[in-house]
């Protein structure tokens, strides 16, 4: 087995506004985090984009869940990092895994830490692209939840 790591692509987090690294996370703090698959079938994204003869509901099911063997791969990889499994579901391609900042770190090779926003809102992030063991590189497409800037802020009755 190869212990090289490959990057998920666009998987280094973009800073879209002023922020500051304040610390690093405390190594025990329990973060969640979802884990996403690729689709079972190539063909998938050609009966998503309308260009693929018509499938029937079992079909389409098929062609655009994860292989059992791929939800079993990333089982495998969070229990060899101590992951907790919360839930794998072939249907919509998620593993959510539940663990401690340091073993997250470990598993995706990344730093995680607190930032602060211009606003003073602090908020978990990382520090460089997400890796993982070759094997899995083409199997998990997405890690979410380890990067829990807010995307959105309610503006309140008064914003126009």
């Given at each position: 087995?190869?212990?090289?790591?490959?990057?998920?692509?666009?998987?280094?987090?973009?800073?879209?506004?002023?922020?500051?690294?304040?610390?690093?996370?405390?190594p025990s703090a329990v973060i969640t985090a979802t884990?996403?698959?690729?689709?079972?079938?190539?063909?998938?994204?050609?009966?998503?984009?309308?260009?693929?003869?018509?499938?029937?509901?079992?079909?389409?099911?098929?062609?655009?869940?994860?292989?059992?063997?791929?939800?079993?791969?990333?089982?495998?990889?969070?229990?060899?990092?101590?992951?907790?499994?919360?839930?794998?579901?072939?249907a919509t391609r998620r593993v959510r895994i539940e663990?401690?900042?340091?073993?997250?770190?470990?598993?995706?090779?990344?730093?995680?830490?607190?930032?602060?926003?211009?606003?003073?809102?602090?908020?978990?992030?990382?520090?460089?692209?997400?890796?993982?063991?070759?094997?899995?590189?083409?199997?998990?497409?997405?890690?979410?939840?380890?990067?829990?800037r807010p995307v959105a802020r309610h503006a309140g009755?008064?914003?126009?």
């Amino acid at each position: 087995m190869s212990n090289q790591r490959v990057s998920i692509p666009g998987s280094e987090p973009e800073a879209r506004f002023q922020q500051r690294w304040v610390s690093d996370v405390d190594p025990s703090a329990v973060i969640t985090a979802t884990v996403m698959l690729r689709r079972r079938s190539s063909s998938a994204q050609d009966l998503l984009s309308g260009d693929y003869h018509p499938a029937s509901r079992a079909q389409a099911e098929e062609e655009l869940t994860a292989s059992p063997e791929d939800v079993e791969a990333a089982r495998v990889f969070a229990e060899q990092h101590g992951i907790k499994i919360l839930d794998a579901d072939a249907a919509t391609r998620r593993v959510r895994i539940e663990g401690a900042a340091k073993q997250m770190e470990d598993a995706f090779g990344v730093q995680i830490g607190t930032a602060e926003d211009a606003s003073g809102h602090r908020f978990i992030t990382y520090k460089g692209a997400i890796t993982l063991p070759s094997q899995l590189s083409n199997i998990v497409v997405a890690v979410l939840g380890l990067d829990q800037r807010p995307v959105a802020r309610h503006a309140g009755p008064d914003a126009q």
